[in-house]
């Protein structure tokens, strides 16, 4: 036997079993036994190892000596290890490993991701039932052969809460995958293979289907920000709810040959649409339009993709309120003027803007009732269909019937009549809104959930408010006309004046009190419909034959009761998923709740098509969690019938045989059975296989008290056993019961009998069958005698129904455990019979609960005591003596209270304080209880409202200082925990004092003890006594923590003479809660301490009349102080505050698209690479080479350029010229770039003397410090490598980074002009560099002006907008003002407007005045020491709406104007002038400003480029399509072959070369100079941000750790905690450089010979050789010396005085 396994009395084992299983069962009815336990279920006491030895040895020798054989041994074995580490669940079958079917199970993985153990309710009490024919008595049991379960620990009790919770609950799912977005979700959508897509606030999320990650993320409105860009209140249900996100549709997915799409409507860009690939979002847009969608948050819009026409193109049929008509929802967005009146539009998704064709669009009617609110879109039988209904906006009523749009599926609107849809039934006033949509495809059927208005707060929703209904779509098709209702199609065919209404189907209406959402679907030829409720639940209606919906079914429940989405997704491979939305939150929902059936028939009595019998497992499982599920005998359906469960028969077929069966549908066949006795362990009979199993009839007299067996079938890995309980078959006198336990009837002898014990085979009954005859013949008779309801109904006369009146029921809300005294009023009460019942009615196809009254109070008054139920409402009405039933009103069943807080959470022990717990759902509580250690159970007076109950502290006065107690809801007998309550010592006074304020005012402090308690104006009363026992009240203030005390502040108002009151108060009386005591006043000196100090205090006296004055002003002069000191503060904390309130709440609106970027061509690129600092050489290099004759040469500079192309000439001409010391890096840069234009067409041979001067630079560096080489130009070969990246490297600049580099300094320059920017020196408030930081920022507010611009010859088009809105700040001068409205002229039509800033004038129009604006005139403010301020904004008194003329000047124009030392404008001189001139004006305005107050200015300009920035950086060190550009591959495998050679085994030095020669020569030039690049104006304030990002980027490629401290400096803190991410990129970046494959010698070739054609006539060639020259004649003895020295270089020698001569000669002819 297995080491801790033990042999107990069955007795024991039983009553134990009973008590330990408890919890997790259900009572069973009073007439029945109790249920047998489940074998080897309870854990039984261990046993010491030699006792169970023992016991073995002695069994043994008693059977040897009864001649029977030894005994088997036992069917344990020991569990695997990880099987043995914790008990079981309750819901595992013993012996199985946990996971349902192995380790490798999908639930096997589940449990390895979450706690193995999760303790669920239990399932509701079952109602007695008759057991079908042969059915077993008591439970079957499945064991694995080899691993028979460990008997699980008993399971702690569980509260009757969580017992009940289970008949309301049965999916709370605490392991269900939720995932949390940011904001409210406004969209969902699942691919086939891509994901689930979320859309919540102004973000997209891509989800893997499990919700467990996120796999990419699409930021629509502002990067890194999902908030919503305007607040969006959530209407009152069932309003339409408000969302940013309006479609969501995937499309294109297993087209052949064809990747996914997703498409994607916001409202964003006046409801703009977006394709982009389904695999990430990342990815930028293939298409976009605007005006496809909705504009509005609260508008609706419903689309479906298809393909159509002879070019199967990809169509978007979409329904949409462009435009809402009532004013108080229109002003979000105006939609085009097109579409106002559009309804229905077909758009081409594969055009470049959504075309819509004039024939794709539907109008809605002029004069139709309100606006059309869209719920979905469909395609059916070659038509799309959109559910609607008329809606007003503003008031929130719906205007007109539900209907059904039909137009056909096709490349233009083809108008195909609409449908109204009446789903009223049941409700008085109809149901007018509809909710959500679904279509059952493979039933042809649309389901819809419909709804009446509810009212402000809900007060008209009842148990009839919502509706599901089904409708044939043939009958939809049939009853639609094209007819002008709501649309106005081009040519209608009906005369009718009101649609006629579609029915639904009958059968398959549900009315329920709040539904939200409907999806449908079919599966095993089952319609099962999934419904969601406004209070969090997931129901499950299954349709019958006939469509006749059942009683739903909850098979998930949130916890928080947030509604649910009006859209149900299902998964799209695993049919046992659903997706469930509420709030914030989407869950994976399991379809069914299977594992709740726990026999075989009730697993297919259920009609559940999602759930099935695991053979295997012995459990109702889906079909994907039974082990061996392609076996399809393995697991049972609900199409096989309950008939086809397995049973365990035990029959007498003869006289002295018993014979075991196994009935029902199986596979494998057993390949054995065996019968043992429990109580003995010893085996009436083991079958072989494939044989009956029988066993001898037991009538030996020892063997009469075999009570308990066992039988056992074996199938290979897994048994099915079934135990028989014969305990009490004697004691039962009839028929059914005795079979209904499990004994057999013996006919015969009239008796229940053992199944074992002798009776003729014939009189043997062992199924309901036989005896079921016996009992339906009296059943007439006890039927007729019952005195049921229905029978006494007829026997009622119309007086009945006259006299009894009921009014209402009280409480109206109750919880789903029920409620004991539910109290109606009434009339007449005493008047009936005790036959009055209840009866309430809930959801429609459920059963209704008849409940009898407990007890007639009086006349007017009755009780009733309802049961439990899950949550809903439920109409109710009174039947007396079966008479009519008169209605009383609604009745919720709410779920149970929840406490979120406790406040406060400390009070003092003699109790009195007010005490408030925040939640849900106290409206049903019956009583509040503060449970405490030794007092037991305190009840207090509660004052409880749905959200919040407050109570008064009792007192706990006990021996402890501290105590801790509980506070409970009790909820029926149920008490539910609310959190703790800490009580401390009652509060310590230390005295008071009284200060008359005035003479009518007394201002009283009371002194108490520092403590934790939180005292409000409600907790305490004090009273001042004075003179002789008079009283004043004292208002409660407020109270003050010092470091010592804590000061409580009370005054006493409206009184005479307060300065005597004071002097003759006594004490202050305090009563806190319950707590009373008097303060005395603080310690007075005693007469002989002051007769004492009275010498002391005249001499005080004297002393102080002497410096009275003295003090008197130093008082004042104090008090202004401590003023400013106070108003400094406060503008410190402003500041501080509004600058993290802006660094959060801040938004920039990054312009996506800005046209065509304005790259430099290629000549002009170059030069500004070249020469940086020398502007002149631009023209010389770029005349114009057309006008040059080819034929005419120049024989000079022909020579000379034969002579640079001798490589060894050349490297000895560089090496003697960097030797001469007056040969400075100027012209060491000059001469390298003259140098890359000579020999700009001829790459090849430049990039080999590249090399050479690289390997000779290496030898030079690497006999002092390798890591140094190229880090600065002090060579002509580290300039010439920079002049040769930027010619290699200018494609790959201009395809991959000029892009994202120009939206970076777009970007920058976007936030740096949201601010202000001082012209003067350039400085603004929003920048990166703290040295452009304009921190003497003044008070600024935005300006929205209306700019007309006047009409010009130079700028004609008809299609151009001359009257736009621009925001300027009132701090910019007019010459920002000018650059601002240009900018926004250009941003408006595309174009610029055709005059420069300096022609042009602005005009303030005010009424029928103008006035100029200039920079400077006559109204300026001129300073004491002669500064000018410039005019600005503010300075004009411009304020919101004003019109502002642009028009053309008169006078001459000027160049822009640059300011002098004489003028200012908003860093303004520290003069006492400016002060007193601020001062008149402006009065308090200048305030005192820190530099660090505006260092978050830094920090939110970083966050708005941030996603730019790293878009920029991440192309630059990427790889298109996993390849490097040439140069970079070439030059960096060059690099570390010469570090082979060379035995440089330190890769740092490698990478130091690299970022020297890349990063370090070339990157960070061009970021530093944009206008190397681009056709833009560099600012030095945007250089001073670029030389920011700069540094940041060549941090990245460091390999030195940064050690910064809170001293470092603010352009190194930036992106200190950005840089480490970045160098891991770097290593990265520079690693797949070195994996690619090496580039072959003519690859390189090529490239460079292409190049070279490229740039063939782009520059003068002779003037870099002229320049050249220059150089060489200049040091000509020396590099004729050194060529002279150099062994092979003669006839070089003689070639370059060959030169000479010609340019000699040259001189000479120009001379002459």
Known sequence: MRKGASCIPLSQWESETHERTQPLQSSPPASLPPPLPLRASPRAPALHRGTLRRRRARRKRRRSAQGLPPPPPPPLHRLPERARRAPPSPLSFPGEPRGWGGRGSPSARRSRRRPRLRRRAPEPPSPPRALPAGDPPSPMEVSRRKAPPRPPRPAAPLPLLAYLLALAAPGRGADEPVWRAEQTIGAIAVSRADGVFVASGSCLDQLDYSLEHRLSRLYRDQA???????????????????????????YREGATGLGGLLLTGWTFDRGACEVRPLGNLSLSSLHNGTEVVSCHPQGSTAGVVYRAGTQKGWYLAVAATYALPETETANRCNPAASDRDTAISIKNTEGRSFDTKEEGRLKRRDGGAGSL???????????????????????GDATGWPSMARIAQSEEVKFQGQAALDCGHGHPYGRRLLLSSSLVEALDVWAGVFSAATGEGQEKRSPATTALCLFRMSEIQARAKNCQWDFSPQEPNCKEDQPEKVQPIASSTMIHSDLTSVYGTVVMNRAVLFLGTGDGQLLKVILGENLTSNCPEVIYEIKEETPVFYKLVPHPEKNSYIYLTAGKEVRRVRVANCSKHRSCSECLTAADPHCGWCHSLQRCTFKDDCVHSENSENWLDISSGAKMCPQIHISQRSKDKTTVTLAGSISPRPSGCVVRNVDTGREFCRSAPNEPCTCSMLTAASYKDVLVVDVTFSFGSWHLSKRFNFTNCSSLRECPACIGTGCAWCKSERKCIHPFTACSPSDYYRNQEPCQVAVEKPAPSKAAGGGGLEGNKTNRTNQGRQVFSVKSIEPQKISTLGKSNVIVTGANFTRASDNIVMILKGTSTCDKDVVRVSHVLNDTHMKFSLPSSRKEMKDVCIQFDGGNCSSVGSLSYIALPRCSLIYPATTWVSGGQNITIMGRNFDVIDNLIISHELKGNINVSEQCVATYCSFSAPSVKSSKARTNVTVKLKVQETYLDCGSLQYLEDPRFTGYRVDPEVDTELEVKILKENDNFNISKKD??????????????????????????????CKIKGIRAASSIASSSKKVHVKLGNLELDVEKESVASPLYFLIGLPILLVIVIFAVAVGVTRHKSKELSRKQSQQLELLESELRKEIRDGFAELQMDKLDVVDSFGTVPFLDYKHFALRTFFPESGGFTHIFTEDMHNRDANVKNESLTALDALICNKSFLVTVIHTLEKQKNFSVKDRCLFASFLTIALQTKLVYLTSILEVLTRDLMEQSSNMQPKLMLRRTESVVEKLLTNWMSVCLSGFLRETVGEPFYLLVTTLNQKINKGPVDVITCKALYTLNEDWLLWQVPEFSTVALNVVFEKIPENDSADVCRNISVNVLDCDTIGQAKEKIF?????KNGSPYGLQLNEICLELQVGTRQKELLDIDGSSVILEDGITKLNTIGHYEISNGSTIKVFKKIANFTSDVEYSDDHCHLILPDSEAFQDVQGKRHRGKHKFKVKEMYLTKLLSTKVAIHSVLEKLFRSIWSLPNSRAPFAIKYFFDFLDAQAENKKITDPDVVHIWKTNSLPLRFWVNILKNPQFVFDIKKTPHIDGCLSVIAQAFMDAFSLTEQQLGKEAPTNKLLYAKDIPTYKEEVKSYYKAIRDLPPLSPSEMEEFLTQESKKHENEFNEEVALTEIYKYIVKYFDEILNKLERERGLEEAQKQLLHVKVLFDEKKKCKWM
């Open 224 to 250: 890194g920000n999902c908030t919503e860009p305007v607040s969006l209140a959530p209407p009152a249900r069932p309003r339409p709810g408000s969302s940013f996100s309006k479609l969501l549709l995937p």
């Open 373 to 395: 609110h869209f719920v979905d879109a469909f395609l059916w039988n070659a038509s799309v269909y959109f559910p609607y209904y008329p809606y007003n906006y503003t008031s």
């Open 1020 to 1049: 305490i009363e004090i009273t001042l006594f004075h003179g002789e026992n008079k009283q004043l009240n004292c208002s409660f203030e407020n109270i003050t923590r010092n470091q010592d005390l804590t000061t409580i502040l």
């Open 1383 to 1387: 900018q926004a002229f250009l941003s």
